[in-house]
Nanobody, 115 residues
């Protein structure tokens, strides 16, 4: 069994920064990619950023230049550094990963960008 646990969400003012972390734990033999999705109220879940454990990354156009995804292979951890946050970034952020040929999701962490 594999678990993904996110941390780092919260309330931040527009223009502020936050850093999310996601740790994968359990019986892990292979991680193909991990990433972040988000879901705002009344909207569909959307991809924010993903990264293969070979290092390739992909970003939604709306976050390019503001968010950076990174990884620590040894700790089975990914991070999302979020700068210049906007009100439209408000959402529940979910960690996901293709681990052992199975897709896992975390419980989600709320990010609210508001003054």
């Amino acid at each position: 069994q594999v678990q993904l646990v996110e941390s780092g969400g919260g309330l931040v003012q527009p223009g502020g920064t936050l850093r999310l972390s996601c740790v994968a734990s359990g019986s892990i033999s292979a991680i193909y990619y991990m990433g972040w999705y988000r879901q705002a109220p009344g909207k569909e879940r959307e991809m924010v950023a993903t990264m293969t454990f070979g290092g390739g990354s992909n970003y939604a156009d709306s976050v390019k230049g503001r968010f950076t995804i990174s990884r620590d292979n040894a700790r089975h951890t990914i991070y999302l550094q979020m700068n210049s946050l906007k009100s439209e970034d408000t959402a529940v952020y979910y960690c996901t990963g293709d681990i052992n040929d199975w897709i896992y999701w975390g419980q989600g962490t709320q990010i609210t960008v508001s003054s």
